[in-house]
């Protein structure tokens, strides 16, 4: 037998008092209901906006960079140049101080006449990677802003400031973003993998006056520290002032790699070292070393 108390009772069977405030709290909850729906569509269509609009100006990016790669090698002058009557730089260039640098390679002069932050170029066969490097004063302006000088949150690859293509070092540095579109320097993470290490053994690094070749030995995750952290910090080796010192960061990035590739350096040889972020851990990179094989 059914307890009464137990029984379902419809909105008839209350009084006329009970029944009014009754149907208060059910048109407060029908409002709460039809607000959080608006809320959540609003949410919706903005991370579809967003994404749109990410992946359109990512499609947008990798066409420039795409047409920026047709100009490598093409004696058409830039729109720039066009328009300011400027033709190409002098074969050979003084400062102030009256130091001469080297001429800048032909292929590479209709860029650097668009945009005198080009330094370079770099391409890892098989690979998206296929872009301009370019270098500022400081390590912040090419994070934000495109070939272009335009801001683009995918930035362009850059060298390190303290980098000097003219005289060398010891070791380039180059940056890139991890964009989830794949470009820029996304698939450097890829060399997690010694098969894709083996698929991807060399780098091209031109710089706008010396082309290069280089051979990859390292690849490994690590973070930036904080200035009073005593670790291994990859980003401060641009040049050794002894053998012991260069050795020391050898060692440190062999220890670190994933895999053993073989491939290794004295002081004297050349290196290039690419970062871009990981986000496996908080302030992570992940780094890839190669040494100049020609």
Not at 50 to 74: M, P
Not at 109 to 135: A, C, E, F, H
Not at 181 to 187: D, E, K, N, Y
Request: charged share 30%.
């Amino acid at each position: 037998m059914t307890d009464k108390n137990t029984e379902k009772k419809n909105l008839e069977d209350y009084d006329s008092r009970m029944q009014t405030l009754i149907r208060i709290e059910m048109e407060k909850a029908e409002k709460r209901r039809k607000l959080l729906i608006g809320f959540l569509a609003l949410i919706a269509v903005g991370s579809l906006g967003y994404f749109g609009f990410y992946y359109a100006t990512s499609s947008k990016s990798g066409g420039r960079f795409d047409e920026l790669s047709d100009l490598v090698g093409s004696d058409a002058l830039s729109n720039m140049d066009k328009d300011s009557g400027a033709g190409y730089i002098a074969s050979l260039s003084q400062k102030d101080n009256d130091e001469v640098t080297p001429d800048v390679l032909e292929k590479y002069r209709t860029l650097y006449n668009s945009n005198r932050d080009l330094i370079g170029w770099i391409k890892i066969p098989d690979t998206v990677i296929d872009y301009p490097v370019m270098q500022a004063d400081d390590n912040e302006y090419y994070l934000s802003h495109n070939f272009d000088r335009k801001d683009d949150k995918a930035g362009c690859l850059f060298l390190d400031s303290k980098c000097d293509a003219v005289h060398g070092n010891d070791n380039y540095i180059i940056y890139g973003h991890h964009l989830t579109s794949g470009r820029m320097f996304s698939s450097l993470s890829d060399y997690e993998s010694e098969s894709y290490y083996k698929k991807h053994p060399t780098i091209t690094f031109d710089t706008i006056y010396e082309e290069g070749t280089y051979q990859v030995m390292y690849a490994f995750r690590s973070r930036v520290y904080d200035e009073t952290d005593v670790n291994f910090k990859y980003y401060e080796f641009i040049d050794t002032d002894s053998d012991q010192e260069f050795n020391s960061y050898m060692n440190e990035m062999k220890g670190a790699s994933y895999y053993d590739t073989g491939v290794t350096a004295v002081r004297g040889d050349k290196l290039l070292t690419l970062s871009t972020c990981d986000y496996k851990e908080e302030n992570g990179r992940f780094v890839v070393v190669a040494k100049k094989i020609k």
